[in-house]
């Protein structure tokens, strides 16, 4: 942030099992502080977008399990065409205790939401979550977009939590709880840089800061029977500008192919075989953040003449590169 220069976070929330190290990232945001412009842009990036990494499976979200979080830095680069700076990782756990840390977050759930398997029971109405119902609220993807609407819904809880941050008596107290925030994340980020963004919060209010999803669009490749996002990489490129400057991309853009319609909530897009029902987590079943341990220079496109498979070429619309992404003309 020196001469008040613009910041890039990447934050990475991930569900790490007892003993893992890298995993998959369940949810990833990419967070541009403009101290001069006094304006904060958070992009929303689907998990299931369309990217160029080694191994089997090219989704963003691999990025993170293929090198830790370094890899995904460099796979946001990649897509998005900025620098990430700094990046922010925390698992579930910490996730909830940061919110208990700071007091919880007021918001108005808007509908009902009901998944045991992962803790998830919320009813609808205005109500002070703590950490463990904010954990239920973001993570709840029972809509028809699946996770493209539990990004809208994750955006609605940074605003919430925002105003919730930004309130004089909260502020106060950041500084005091930058070690217990701290042992909650692995991030590359000094606890000096820590220190002047905290600084810097009271130079802002909630309505500095806004939010979206990446644009795109889905396409179910019937090639290998996985759902992707994939990215308009044109218009991604000038979404941070955009959004400093008030404005914002429209989320959907035209696919050059047919869309399946379907309910997205109800088929999963992940890589894990679906249950009909689902596991009840097991009482000793906690996450841990990754530890820190040393990690081979991660990559994000195939090293030593590694292919990834490519889309069937019959179905590939002709405005879409060899990475999946959108080639606006």
């Known amino acids: 942030m020196a001469n008040g220069e613009p910041v890039n976070i990447l934050f990475l929330g991930i569900d790490a099992r007892p003993g893992e190290t890298n995993t998959r990232s369940d949810t990833m945001m990419l967070a541009c502080i403009d101290p001069e412009a006094r304006k904060v842009a958070v992009i929303s990036i689907p998990r299931d977008s369309r990217v160029d990494i080694p191994g089997p499976v090219d989704k963003i979200n691999n990025a993170n399990a293929v090198g830790g979080p370094?890899?995904?830095?460099r796979a946001v680069e990649k897509l998005m065409g900025t620098n990430v700076d700094y990046y922010v990782l925390t698992n579930f756990r910490g996730f909830a205790k940061m919110v208990d840390i700071l007091g919880g977050v007021t918001i108005d759930v808007e509908k009902r939401m009901y998944y045991p398997a992962e803790d998830i029971n919320l009813y609808p109405g205005v109500q002070h979550l703590n950490g463990r119902k904010a954990l239920a609220y973001v993570r709840f993807r029972g809509d028809a977009l699946g996770d493209i609407g539990r990004t809208e819904r994750q955006q609605k809880f940074i605003q919430a939590f925002a105003e919730e941050l930004l309130k004089s008596k909260t502020i106060l107290k950041i500084p005091s709880l930058l070690p217990e925030l701290k042992a909650n994340v692995k991030t590359n980020m000094g606890t000096r840089t820590m220190l002047d963004l905290a600084a810097l919060a009271v130079k802002f209010s909630p309505e500095d800061l806004v939010a979206q999803t990446l644009p795109g669009y889905f396409y179910d490749d019937p090639d290998n029977g996985l759902s992707y996002w994939i990215v308009d990489k044109t218009k991604s490129k000038n979404l941070i500008a955009a959004m400093l400057d008030g404005r914002k991309?429209?989320?959907?853009?035209?696919?050059?192919?047919?869309?399946?319609?379907?309910?997205?909530?109800?088929?999963?897009?992940?890589?894990e075989p679906v249950t009909t029902n689902p596991k009840e987590p097991d009482e000793g079943d906690t996450p841990t953040v990754p530890s820190e341990s040393s990690i081979d220079d991660p990559v994000v496109t195939p090293p030593g003449g590694a292919t990834t498979p490519a889309p069937q070429e019959t179905e590939q619309p002709s405005n879409v590169g060899p990475e999946g992404y959108v080639i606006s003309t």
Do not use: H, L, W, Y
């Open 70 to 73: 370094e890899a995904a830095c």
């Open 249 to 271: 991309v429209a989320v959907f853009q035209d696919s050059p192919v047919p869309v399946i319609t379907r309910d997205r909530g109800k088929t999963p897009s992940n890589q």
